[in-house]
């Protein structure tokens, strides 16, 4: 079955510089999430998209933006890089328009994308 | 605002025998789900199990179950039949039920397998 395609999976930036991360759902999941896990530390959220419109936000940088495109993939822009922004991207999909099916609210994980700012 | 606790940072079981990571969280909804997600050192999120909290029968999977006790806002997992490839970073997470809700993880317990 096919899952959520993350790219590129490994990105090493300066100090400053600009990031685009790329994530694919899974077919015909309407929903994405991005999430931020720092070393050591659990996932946090930083924002979702639900049918291409932003739905919930969270601890995400102003530095940062995010959008969901027509073909529903997701990318996650990162401006004025900090050493701080060193951590793996993680974007799950989710079909949100089935929650009665039992499958709802489940995320899918991708692999992640690792960056790390020099 | 919701929290999930872990408060076992790192685990040990032997292989074959029997584990329960324990989780608690706090919220004031009635209706939410809760997981229990594994990070093997490849670091891929991968969904162990899911409970829905209106449902009041545990929920299993092959060898991991879970003991829900709602009243008490606890979550635990239980482990049988350890293998040496159940060895990873293991998450409770919470989510609100309804559309587009973010996941709330713990803080993540590592487990350990002994051969």
């Known amino acids: 079955a096919a899952g959520v395609i993350q790219s590129p999976r490994h990105l090493i930036k300066e100090k400053r510089e600009t990031a685009t991360l790329k994530c694919y759902p899974i077919?015909?999941?309407?929903?994405v999430y991005w999430y931020q896990q720092g070393p050591g530390q659990d996932p946090q959220f930083l924002i979702s998209f639900y049918e291409k419109m932003q739905s919930d936000k969270g601890s995400i940088p102003d530095r940062f933006s995010a959008q969901q495109f027509s073909d529903y993939h997701s990318e996650l822009n990162m401006s004025s890089l900090e050493l701080g922004d060193s951590a793996l991207y993680f974007c799950?999909?989710?079909?949100?328009?089935?929650?009665?099916?039992?499958?709802?609210?489940?995320?899918?994980f991708g692999a992640g994308t690792r960056l790390s700012v020099l | 605002a919701q929290t999930v606790t872990q408060s076992q940072p790192e685990m040990s079981v032997q292989e074959a025998e029997t584990v329960t990571l324990s989780c608690t969280y706090d919220?004031?909804?009635?209706?939410?789900?809760l997981f229990w997600y594994k990070q093997p050192p490849s670091r891929q999120m991968i969904l162990v199990i899911r409970?829905?909290?209106?449902?009041?029968q545990n929920a299993t999977e092959n060898r991991f179950s879970v003991n829900f006790q709602k009243a008490a806002k606890s979550f635990s997992l239980k482990i049988s039949d350890s293998q040496l490839g159940d060895a990873a970073m293991y998450f409770c997470?919470?989510?609100?039920?309804?559309?587009?809700?973010?996941?709330?993880f713990g803080t993540g317990t590592l487990l350990a397998v002994q051969p």
């Open positions: 409970q829905e909290a209106y449902k009041q």
């Open positions: 997470a919470y989510t609100e039920n309804g559309a587009t809700n973010k996941l709330i």
């Open positions: 799950a999909s989710s079909l949100t328009r089935q929650l009665t099916s039992g499958r709802g609210n489940i995320q899918y």
């Open positions: 077919p015909r999941h309407d929903t």
């Open positions: 919220t004031s909804e009635s209706d939410y789900y």
